[in-house]
Every structure is written in C-alpha cells, then in structure tokens.
C-alpha cells in the first residue's frame, strides 16, 4: 500500500467516550486494566472486556489529617489522607493488575478507511520517560504544596482550616504530577509556575548489553522517530471473533502488554522503570517495502502518546490490599511428633565459614559473646524448615505491639483482623464498652464472685484482640487511652471487618453495541 497509517482508540473506547476517529482525544491508544494472569484470553474473547479505571488508580499524596471524633472507629486514629490527581497510576503484577495497549489502525485517506487486510505491516510500542527541569526549587516546592491543598479542599468539601502539608523530597512530585496531568492553576500558582520555569524533556530507553540500558533524550521539536537502538515492544492482531458481523471483520485492532517492572538497570544501576517517573506509551506501524523496493526503508506512522501515568511501588497499600497470601503455620504437635524419628534428607542447611560463626551465651542479657576468633572449623548444620516459620513468626508476633505501644500507632492493629477467636472478642469487647463499660472498670477488681470471673474474661478477650498480655494495664498507662476511655472503643470498632472488599469486585467496564453490527 502506498497510503500511510493512523493509529487511534479502539472503537469501543471511542463508543464508551462519544469520540469519532476525527476528534483530538482519539488519536491516543488506549490502556486497559485487568484483574488476572488470565487477561490475555479474555483480550482475545472480547476486546471490550477489561476492568473500569477507579479513583485508587490515581496517583496519590497523603496529606495530613485532624484525626476523627468520639464514635467514628477506625477515623480517630488515622491522622493521613490520600488525595488524588488526574494523573493515572499502573500497578504491579503482585498486585493483580495487568494492562495492554490497544489500538485501531485506519487508512490515513480522507475518511478514514479501515484498515482490514495489513499484509506487510507490524506494529510496536515504545515507552518514554519524562522527566521535568526546573530554575527555582524553592517555588516549585511552594507551588507543590499548594496544589496538594487544592486538591484536599476539592476532595474533602471539608470547612475546616487546611492542613499543613510538611517538607519532604516527595512533596515535588505534587507539582509534576500537576504539570503532566495539566491541573488548572489559580493566578497565583501561574506566577509561581513562571518562576519555575518548567522544561520537559523525553527520553527513550537504548539496551545495551544484557540487563542495561541508557535512557537517552528525545527531540520533541522534530517529526516522531525512532532513536537509534530504542527499544520497541511487540504488538499484536486481534483475530476477528465469530461473532463479529462482516463490516466489523474489517477493523485491524492491535494490542501489546504494557510493562510495569523491569530488572534493567541504567549506568547508575538505577532501575529502568521506577515508581517515581512519569511515562508515556506511544505506538508505531511499520510497512515494510514492497517486491522490488527492499532496498527502502520501512515507513513508520506513530499515534499519539497515551496519557500519562506512573508506576505503584511494590509495596503500595492500595495493590497489596487485592492479593491475599495464605500461610499456613506448621503444626507443634505434628512436629513434636516427627523430632521422635531420626532426620530425613530434607531442611535448610546452613554453612557458617570459619571467623564467620557469631556464637552467643543466650542466658545472660545483654548475651555474651562467644569464642573471639568465632570459630576456626567450618560450620554446617541442617535446619528442618518449620524453624525458621516457628522463630519467625514468634519474632513479629513480639515486636508488633511493641512498635504499637512505643510509637502509638494504633492504626497498625487496623490492618490485621484474625478469625475465629478474634470474631468472638470483638463482639465481647464490643458489647462491653457499648454497655458503658470503661477500660478503667476493667482494672478494678470485683469483691462479687461473678462479676470478678466476668472481669478476666473481657481482660483475657482484650489482651486476644491486641495480641498481649495485659493489654488493660499497657493501655491505661497511655495517656490516650487514660484520659479518654471511649478511644478504646473506637479502637475496638475499627477493627470490625464489616464492609471489607469483597474478591471478585472490581468494577467492569461496559461494553458498547457495535455500531457497525446493529441488532
């Protein structure tokens, strides 16, 4: 052929947002969410299926908050909310989330035409980076913190005073994040703006020898190219579906899996895709020269970038919180049962070199050391592996109410809920404190037999829920929890898991009618 290509949003994207090929916000491809490795097969089945865009697929700044009043849970300890921007957020695979890529190639003639058969045509996309110069750091971070303030009192419609957003290395990303998504700005942010005097520039990522790779810089004033070496990613045809119409078997719909983590590093060993940068994904159809004209070269035509986004680091709360992991303690009683036989061939086993063992005389504290010259024979013993989980978890279930107590973040114990016995001390404690009862009933003891018995039991439950021993005494040597017994209810409240996501609940995107298949 010798007409070039357009690129654009697939046509139920278009449907979805009252977009024809000709207008503006079409030329960009789109992204699609999905909730499972499966997403493929379903892309396959059905284009149109993939997962709504939702307000945590937003990228976020948590701002400061005034924690909540009497009688409002889980809100009177949390003193951090997270206000959103337009600009989008990709999560990672660990957090079940998985995106493509999709456009629909037309003719670029007057009208559009579809595409249909694309012999001697592939398609590819790139990933750039941008990245912002500033002059003044000083008014980018005034303007950083304004515009996060905007966007809590836009969030919150609340009428109390602002918070005060504090000083920290994050904070500019506000005001990139503002740029990119092109936030509306007040007078006063414009004349900061001018100050700072913003330059974008674009990079593409250039692999060099495995596993490396340079971003190099873009030139955004010249007509779209290729930088020598860039590198590109596969795209594919979706095939026509049976149940297509004849008119729709001439769309040429293409998709490709958008990455969302790589083990590239750059020259500075800094990752070539980090949850601190803006990206863009731009896609790109490549004919390649007809019989008799090999010597030509190829003929791009490029889409529009996509909107931009930013990666969610791994341990982002709002992606863990959809990938549950089950680990099932190891058993006391059944290993207590196999230590009567002699050692299998299975475990850990761990080689300590010589001047390398780090012994100790546990029964003293502070411990002692061991031998000075810590051990002259190499050392090698075999672990079975249920010690290292019994240890373990023995070692975090010490040291969480530590950090809870000493820090007093209480919001800690709101992430963690246990079942079955926790069900029943919560709807013991809980009827308790809605009673009238008060953390400082709990530490009278009672003269009366059953009111006593009664007594321990709601101790016992609440040293169950907080995973402690005399967990009455801790609390009321606090002065939260001492001057207003009623947090304690609150605290109590907020760890009821009623109202909890459940699986399966992702919000679907709709699927239009074909337009050129009517019913």
Known sequence: ???????????????????????????????????????????????????????????????PVSMGGKGSGRLRFVDRAMVRSPLRKLYQPLHERFYTVVVELFCDEPGLPRA????????????????TLVHDTRALRELARGLALALYTAQTNS????????ESDDLDDVAFVGQAAQLPL????????????????????????????????????????????????????????ERDCAAARTRSLWFGVVPTHSADIDELGLPRLDDRTIYRVRCLARQHPGAGHEQCPDRLSWSEPTAPYRLAPHADPE????????????????????????????????????????????????????????????????????????????????????????????????????????????????????????????LIPKADKEAEEKRRAQLATLDDV????????????????????????????????????LPGTDLPETKPDDPLCPR
């Open 319 to 442: 992606g863990t919180k959809n990938h549950r992991v089950t680990i099932t303690m190891p058993d006391l009683r059944a290993v207590a049962a196999r230590a009567a036989r002699p050692p299998g061939p299975g475990g850990v086993e761990i080689v300590q070199p010589p001047g390398s063992q780090l012994r100790m005389n546990p029964g003293s504290f502070p411990p002692t050391p061991g031998p000075p010259d810590h051990g002259s024979v190499t050392s090698r013993c075999t672990f079975a592996i249920e010690l290292f989980m019994i240890v373990s978890m023995f070692v975090f279930s010490l040291f969480l109410p530590v950090v809870v107590f000493v820090f007093q973040l209480w919001w800690l114990l709101l992430l963690r809920f246990c079942l079955p016995s926790e069900a029943t001390a919560l709807e013991t404690l809980e009827s308790y404190l809605d009673g009238g009862g008060t953390l400082g009933d709990l």
């Open 466 to 501: 907080f995973e402690t021993t005399d967990a009455a005494t801790q609390l009321n040597a606090v002065p939260t929890f001492r001057d207003d017994p009623s947090q304690v209810g609150d605290l109590v409240a907020g760890l009821d898991p009623a109202g909890a996501a």
């Open 159 to 166: 009428t109390a005073p602002p918070p005060t957003v504090p």
């Open 186 to 241: 007040t007078p006063a942010q414009q004349a900061l703006l001018a100050k700072v005097r913003p330059r974008r520039v674009v990079e593409a990522w250039v692999p060099g020898p495995v596993g490396t790779g340079l971003w190099r810089r873009v030139d955004e004033s010249a007509p779209a190219a290729l930088l020598d070496g860039e590198l590109e990613l596969p795209m594919w045809q979706l095939p026509p579906n």
């Open 1 to 63: 052929m010798d007409h070039a290509y357009a690129l654009r949003a697939p046509w139920y994207v278009r449907a979805r947002e009252g977009l024809t090929p000709f207008d503006a916000a079409a030329r960009r491809p789109a992204l699609q969410k999905y909730g499972g490795t499966d997403f493929v097969d379903r892309l396959l089945a059905d284009p149109r299926d993939s997962l709504a865009f939702v307000a945590e697929d937003r990228w976020g700044f948590p701002v």
């Open 116 to 131: 249909g058969g694309t012999e001697g045509v592939d398609l590819s996309f790139v990933i750039r980076r941008e990245r």
